[in-house]
């Protein structure tokens, strides 16, 4: 099994749009397999973990600060 990565597209009527260079490597009629990728915002991701660090934060730490 062959496995080529690209960023793809999806077109406003549901179609995938994918680039020519990869579509040249693929055979048709042929199955391929399909992993699909999406990028996400992850500010609210960074925002959850940013506050659960800081609420284990004691002043206690605040030793290390200096080091």
Do not use: H
Not at 17 to 45: C, G, H, Q, Y
Not at 53 to 67: K, M, P, Q, R, T
């Amino acid at each position: 099994m062959k496995a080529y990565e690209c960023y793809a597209s999806i077109l406003a009527d549901g179609q995938l749009f994918i680039p020519t260079e990869i579509k040249n490597k693929l055979k048709a009629p042929s199955r391929i397999r399909l992993m699909i990728l999406v990028d996400e915002d992850d500010t609210e991701w960074n925002d959850f973990t940013m506050n659960q660090f800081l609420n284990g934060y004691s002043e206690e730490d605040a030793i290390y600060d200096n080091l």
